[in-house]
């Protein structure tokens, strides 16, 4: 599974962004795909999550209500629309994508950057 991000950007505080993560390759094995996102000197973390089967979502409390995860199953893409963005959306976000069942592997992205000035 390949995996290519786009949409990042800088954005005023306040401001709207949208990414997106094209998927190729093993597509069918996809199980559930998401959005991480890492901040200089900190852990990555989960930001949204859609599962392949039945488009479950769930969301990392600092983004409810602001972010919204999306999947275009026709076109193998993923999107996460941000509205609202504050200056700690600062980060770079990654592409996730997970396949297996019993045993589980992840593939990622490259990573863009999202700026938000105050």
């Known amino acids: 599974v390949q995996l290519v991000e786009s949409g990042g950007g800088l954005v005023q505080a306040g401001g709207s962004l949208r990414l997106s993560c094209a998927a190729s390759?093993?597509?069918?094995?996809?199980?559930?795909m998401g959005w991480y996102r890492q901040a200089p000197g900190k852990q990555r973390e989960l930001v949204a999550r859609?599962?392949?089967?039945?488009?479950?979502?769930n969301y990392a409390d600092s983004v409810k209500g602001r972010f919204t995860i999306s999947r275009d199953n026709a076109k193998n893409t993923m999107y996460l629309q941000m509205n609202s963005l504050k200056p700690e959306d600062t980060a770079v976000y990654y592409c996730?994508?997970?396949?297996?069942?019993?045993?589980?592997?992840?593939?990622w992205g490259q990573g863009t950057q999202v700026t938000v000035s105050s």
């Open positions: 390759g093993s597509t069918f094995s996809i199980n559930a």
């Open positions: 996730n994508a997970q396949t297996g069942r019993v045993i589980k592997r992840d593939y």
């Open positions: 859609i599962t392949s089967v039945g488009g479950s979502t």
